[in-house]
């Protein structure tokens, strides 16, 4: 709690009062230690209560003090001469009625006032933190998914201009695979370079394998089938190149839908595109 909580919160009055619990008057008299304004606050306040006590003290009157004089030597001559008698003096005594002065009514109203406005304010700041909280936070989710999304398509393009650079290349030969009969809407290329024996496919057009099947390139050799290696989902699109297995010679190539992981022999009837090579 700082300065300005301890003095605002009643603390002072109740502990000027010795109207405060044992945990206050400590909490209290540390604050008193770390800040000068609590301790000259309490200062102040006891200073403020000791004129209102002298201020409505009241004053006995003049002729009361004769009364007692004349009573105390009555008695004392009466003890000496052994007829003490014991007398009950009852005396109209001029009283005064005590009036609570306002400031303490009004000190302890505001001081309810200022504690209600405390505890109003501090949940408003804290609905309000907790409000920009949640802002900043879907900000930062938003950020970090726009970051995501452009590197994502940071990536893309980048292997979009290494696609583009092997199709220019004059080395690379382009083999169209159009769709078989059963399949005659599928299209796929694939780019041959016999001297390096790299092999790259680019997939045109072809159906969203399910999810145990997969595609699979096929080089023919000599008449016999060569696996060239497995088609990746994600990099089947018609704008990225996907490498496949080297080879130094092919009559042809062709693609089937076999199961996921691949087939040592292509399913005949799952042939989707195939296409010479020369």
């Known amino acids: 709690m700082d300065a300005s909580r301890f003095i605002s919160s009643g603390l002072v009055e109740a502990y000027v009062?010795?109207?405060?619990?044992?945990?206050?008057?400590?909490?209290?008299?540390?604050?008193?230690?770390?800040?000068?304004?609590?301790?000259?606050?309490v200062d102040d306040c006891q200073h403020d209560m000791e004129q209102y006590v002298s201020l409505y003290a009241v004053k006995p009157p003049a002729y009361l003090r004769q009364q007692?004089?004349?009573t105390v030597e009555t008695e004392e001559e009466a003890r000496h001469s052994n007829a003490y008698i014991e007398e009950?003096?009852?005396?109209?005594?001029?009283?005064?009625?005590?009036?609570?002065?306002?400031?303490?009514?009004?000190?302890?109203?505001?001081?309810?006032?200022?504690?209600?406005?405390?505890?109003?304010?501090?949940?408003?700041?804290?609905?309000?933190?907790?409000?920009?909280?949640?802002?900043?936070?879907?900000?930062?989710?938003?950020?970090?998914?726009?970051?995501?999304?452009?590197?994502?398509?940071?990536?893309?393009?980048?292997?979009?201009?290494?696609?583009?650079?092997?199709m220019k290349d004059p080395a690379m030969k382009m083999i169209k695979m159009?769709?078989?009969?059963?399949?005659?809407?599928?299209?796929?290329?694939?780019?041959?370079?016999a001297s390096s024996k790299e092999v790259f496919v680019l997939v045109n057009n072809l159906p969203a394998p399910a999810a145990d099947k997969q595609y699979q390139l096929w080089a023919i050799?000599?008449?016999k089938p060569v696996d060239m290696g497995m088609l990746e989902p994600g990099n089947a699109t018609p704008e990225l190149l996907q490498k496949m297995k080297s080879i130094s010679a092919a009559e042809m190539f062709a693609i089937t839908l076999e199961k996921k992981g691949g087939s040592a022999t292509p399913t005949s009837d799952q042939m989707y595109v195939a296409g010479k090579a020369g």
């Open 88 to 166: 009950t003096i009852a005396e109209e005594i001029y009283t005064r009625p005590v009036r609570v002065h306002g400031i303490w009514r009004w000190t302890a109203a505001a001081s309810i006032i200022l504690l209600a406005g405390s505890v109003f304010l501090g949940y408003t700041f804290y609905n309000r933190y907790n409000d920009y909280k949640i802002r900043y936070e879907n900000l930062l989710t938003q950020n970090n998914t726009l970051t995501a999304n452009t590197d994502l398509y940071r990536t893309r393009m980048e292997e979009m201009s290494k696609s583009l650079h092997i």
């Open 17 to 41: 009062s010795k109207l405060a619990t044992p945990a206050e008057t400590q909490e209290l008299e540390r604050g008193m230690v770390v800040y000068p304004e609590v301790a000259a606050a």
């Open 221 to 223: 050799v000599d008449g």
């Open 178 to 193: 159009p769709g078989t009969q059963l399949f005659p809407d599928a299209m796929a290329t694939v780019y041959w370079n």
């Open 68 to 70: 007692i004089l004349s």
